[in-house]
């Protein structure tokens, strides 16, 4: 299993964690492959770590190699093949060339400032990236229907849907869902969480504005919303300044509203994060890059039985009544939307969502690794 296991802070981490936990325990004799990103070696480096394998399953996200316009995948991929390893690939995030061209502007360009000769460069490696892992990989595992969809036709020949996974809802977190769902009561406060790495692709200041506006609107009940997380990198820490002095700035204003926000910065385990979405009435991610096909964060959510409001993302599309989604093109007037759904119900006493545990089911954890089994097995006995 080639993943980024020594980071600190990543999802890809987290999910290649669990997994690797789950299939040792069905008694799969595995071995983990650190895929470093700092230098372009690192890659070549993870490969030649699995070079002892029988097979090679790779956890694939683009800012692993570099940058959506990094090459190192391309050496990465290439020294597999060189040794004809047989391969899987798990793409976390699906993009399109014209996605993974406008994430280099937007993000890199314009959020993150970059060298000339990555100005010059850019532009065109990024168009190609999304092209190397489906190219070379022998199968790929994608999570969501929407990835399926963005994958050209050829690709899709070599393509294996698997859902993200959910932890296995515990006996604790049953019987809190157990209690939530017998709770008729409506709360004198209604919490709304944004638990998480902070980042830009998270439109805090959508959130916020979409609150405001609903309380403007005359909605009856004071609102709580916090956002508590770490900052993933540089480009983090910059965010998280700019949306405390955003805060700080109308503050007065948000008391006159019945509005309060309040913003942590700290790491939380994985334990922690479920516990902060479970403690919530309503878990709100207000991503804006439709191509975060599987959050990590949503998952977690989903054991507790919560509402949760999100983008229309790859999981939102296999199982709908799971979520409250609104979508990129309008995303404020969406939020809002969203929200009033959200809280109208736990106003109507419904304090918990039946349909998020039963796609917490559905995608469990030792039910995903026990599907991933059975496909080493089948791919193990031949290439077809």
Not at 33 to 38: A, Y
Not at 234 to 248: A, H, N, P, S, T
Not at 341 to 355: F, L, P, T, V
Request: proline share 5%; hydrophobic share 40%.
């Amino acid at each position: 299993m080639v993943y980024d296991a020594s980071r600190k802070k990543c999802g890809i981490k987290e999910y290649g964690n669990a997994l690797v936990k789950w299939l040792k325990a069905f008694g799969l004799n595995l071995k983990i492959c650190d895929l470093r990103k700092e230098k372009y070696v690192d890659s070549v480096m993870a490969a030649i770590c699995a070079l002892d394998s029988s097979l090679v399953h790779t956890q694939h996200e683009y800012g692993l190699f570099r940058g959506h316009w990094g090459w190192s995948q391309l050496f990465y991929y290439l020294a597999l093949k060189i040794f004809r390893k047989k391969d899987i690939t798990t793409l976390h995030t699906v993009i399109t060339p014209r996605q993974a061209l406008h994430n280099f502007i937007k993000w890199d360009l314009s959020f993150k400032g970059t060298k000339l000769v990555d100005i010059l460069k850019g532009p065109i490696t990024s168009y190609l990236s999304p092209f190397i892992p489906l190219i070379f990989t022998d199968k790929a595992i994608i999570h969501t229907l929407r990835g399926y969809s963005l994958i050209p036709w050829i690709g899709k020949m070599k393509t294996i849907f698997v859902p993200h996974f959910t932890p296995k809802p515990r006996r604790e977190v049953l019987e809190k869902w157990k209690k939530c769902k017998n709770m008729k009561g409506v709360p004198d406060v209604i919490e709304i969480v944004t638990p998480g790495f902070i980042r830009p692709s998270k439109r805090y200041d959508w959130a916020i504005h979409a609150l405001v506006s609903l309380k403007r609107e005359g909605f009856p009940k004071k609102i709580k919303y916090r956002i508590v997380g770490s900052p993933q990198d540089e480009v983090g820490e910059k965010w998280l300044r700019m949306i405390k002095g955003f805060v700080d700035e109308i503050k007065d204003y948000l008391e006159e509203l019945g509005l309060e926000i309040s913003i942590e910065s700290k790491f939380m385990s994985k334990e922690k994060l479920i516990e902060t979405a479970c403690n919530a009435d309503v878990v709100l991610l207000p991503y804006s890059d439709p191509t975060q096909e599987a959050s990590g964060i949503l998952h977690d959510s989903l054991i507790c039985g919560r509402h949760i409001v999100v983008l229309r993302i790859g999981d939102v599309r296999n199982y709908p009544k799971a979520f409250y989604p609104f979508d990129i093109e309008d995303p404020l007037r969406g939020m809002k939307e969203a929200l009033r759904k959200a809280m109208e119900r736990i106003m109507k006493g419904e304090r918990c969502n039946e349909d998020a545990l039963a796609y917490a089911y559905y995608t469990a954890i030792d039910r995903v690794a026990e599907e991933h089994i059975k496909i080493y097995e089948t791919f193990s006995k031949g290439r077809s």
